[in-house]
């Protein structure tokens, strides 16, 4: 298994460039993400993942976790880089000062984030998921709540998780049972859920639940569900953990992937819990940790994919096998033409997810920071338009791309020993977990795109369309760019104007096309991203910078990705246009 290297000079232009980091910071919220600050930051962090999380990546591969009396083991390597980056104040990078946090912008946190899931995916959910939880208990806990626990999750000195399903559920959480009963101040929570990641460890002093379940008197479906904090260990007078709590893990999952992360079936025997937001209101409070787990699972798309990539590539320098046409000798099998295909494939890809992911996620800051109010709405629609386009597409994508990187590897990519297999492995979940892409697909026809009469989608294409004009002034060298978003614009307004002529006359027709419509968009905004970054490249060329050959790379890769990825978009059009009669009239019984 190669070293994993931060892509921090791709990461800076990302940010900079496309994202529009400059003007992030200087809002009044983040006075202190100098440009200085984050470049020391990220190189850290970068500094810390390949030092720390990277070596320990194998290890919890091959160890895996295991509960002993009533608690889940995990490997001593997770524990001791979890307690480093406590040490080091990594947790809190984007939470307010005010809670115990550092001050960044959320994109900045979301590059970070990147970095520890690239170094090693199964350890970074933890504190991906105490982040989305701390966000919920900030917007929805109440001012004791958030004086009891906010701060502790920030840090990170206690993490959290996310308590949804149960085995008769799965993703149809109408069907939920556990119960919430009240007794003075709190409540008793009763009920079994399954597949919570990271339910338990021994990394932290507390592990915070939160639970959705039912109150005595809840109305049916997912109208009657409540949210509740339920901690591991309950509060002593002072603040600290004291006594045990009745939640305790029954098992963890064997999963084909992610073996180092605890997937828990979690028991609550009467457990002691605390009323997040209003009764019946979980759902909607829950969405704030959710929201985020989403954004959060498409950049681990966009991780693993970077982790295999250099892996495959670093295997196609130095493997020599076989003979290029006119060069003499053996030769590298990066120098062979499918390899260099697949190998482009993956960084063009990578590329693009990454800069859509980042820029939605500067879309979030400015939603929150923004000082005008419309402005602050604008930026909120383009968030919630993206979130499940980020998670779907990039987690669809970054498994095909790990897949890739285990083809070059040909033969011994299939042994585990290589590391290859790994990757193809832990990255199969990202598509499952957090809504499965059929679910963010429905969530981004359904709620998205009809329920505003497609407003939010065509301000999206407005600005691809700009800049696909604006690529005018380029010439011939951005054509075939400026050609395929032309195209990419078309076939989003041919997909919308298909949904609104037919969403109505069956109600199972949008979920029917929905995944063609999701992989559409996410294609043609990956598309528009690198677009972007050529036009940027064209003008940096122009003033001959020293570092020439990133931004010559640039035109390279977005011209790949038109002429190479985007003809796709072609087949996901005409997939729209074709209708679904045929998927909705077979049988049951004749699939």
């Known amino acids: 298994m190669s070293d994993y290297q931060a892509p921090l000079r791709e990461m800076k232009f990302v940010l900079e460039d496309l994202a529009g980091l400059g003007a992030i910071a200087r809002l009044p919220a983040f006075a202190e993400a100098t440009p200085d600050v984050i470049e020391a930051v990220l190189g850290e962090a970068a500094q810390f993942a ?260 250099q892996q495959a590539r670093a295997y196609a320098r130095e493997r020599v096998q076989g003979h290029v046409p006119g060069v003499a000798g053996r030769a590298p099998i990066i120098r062979h033409g499918d390899v260099r295909r697949m190998l482009f494939t993956m960084k063009a890809q990578i590329e693009a997810m990454r800069a859509a992911a980042y820029v939605t996620a500067a879309h979030f800051d400015l939603a929150h920071q923004a000082t005008d109010a419309a402005e602050r709405a604008r930026h909120q629609a383009r968030v919630e338009l993206l979130t499940p386009v980020i998670k779907g597409w990039c987690s669809e994508t970054g498994q095909a791309l790990t897949s890739l990187a285990l083809q070059v590897h040909g033969g011994v990519g299939y042994i585990e020993e290589t590391g290859a297999a790994q990757f193809f492995r832990d990255a199969r979940i990202t598509t499952i977990y957090e809504g499965t892409t059929g679910i963010q697909a429905a969530d981004f026809v359904g709620r998205k795109i009809l329920r505003d009469g497609g407003a939010a989608l065509r301000a999206l294409v407005a600005e691809i369309a700009a800049t696909a004009g604006e690529l005018q002034r380029h010439g011939e060298r951005l054509a075939e760019l400026r050609a395929a978003l032309q195209e990419g614009v078309a076939a989003i307004g041919a997909a919308g104007a298909w949904l609104a002529a037919n969403h109505a006359r069956d109600p199972a027709v949008p979920g029917a096309v929905s995944f063609n419509a999701l992989m559409l968009v996410g294609t043609v905004v990956g598309g528009w991203q690198l677009a972007r970054a050529a036009a940027v490249a064209c003008d940096r060329l122009a003033t001959s910078p020293a570092d020439a050959a990133f931004y010559e790379a640039k035109i390279l890769t977005a011209r790949f990705y038109a002429t190479q990825v985007m003809p796709v978009v072609g087949a996901w059009r005409r997939g729209i246009e074709s209708g679904c009669e045929p998927l909705l009239a077979i049988a049951d019984e004749q699939l």
Request: overall charge negative.
């Open 50 to 309: 390949g030092e720390v999380l990277a070596p320990a990546n194998r290890i919890g591969d091959t160890q895996g976790t295991r509960v002993v009396n009533g608690q889940v083991v995990v490997p001593r390597e997770f524990t001791a880089a979890y307690r480093q980056f406590v040490a080091g104040g990594w947790p809190g990078l984007s939470f307010d000062t005010a809670h115990g946090g550092q001050g960044l912008p959320y994109v900045v946190g979301v590059a970070a984030e990147e970095i520890w899931q690239s170094a090693n995916l199964a350890w970074s959910l933890g504190p991906l998921l105490t982040q989305g939880a701390a966000r919920a208990v900030l917007e929805h806990g109440g001012e004791r709540l958030r004086a009891l626990y906010l701060e502790k999750l920030v840090t990170g000195e206690w993490t959290a998780t996310m308590n949804l399903t149960e085995s008769q559920a799965g993703s149809d959480l109408a069907a939920i049972r556990t119960q919430a009963v009240p007794e003075g101040e709190h409540f008793r929570i009763t009920g079994q859920k399954i597949f919570i990641t990271w339910g338990d460890h021994d990394m932290a002093a507390n592990v915070v639940h939160l639970v959705l379940a039912r109150l005595p008197d809840a109305p049916p479906g997912t109208r009657g569900i409540s949210l509740f904090l339920v901690p591991k260990y309950l509060l002593a007078a002072d603040g600290s953990p004291g006594e045990r709590n009745a939640v305790v893990p029954v098992s963890v999952e064997h999963k084909l992937g992610i073996h180092g992360s605890p997937t828990c079936v979690m028991a609550f025997e009467g457990a002691v819990g605390y009323l997040i937001g209003a009764p019946h209101t979980g759902l909607a409070s829950m969405f704030t940790m959710m929201n985020h787990a989403r954004l959060c699972v498409g950049m681990e798309g966009v991780a693993i994919a970077e982790r295999a990539y």
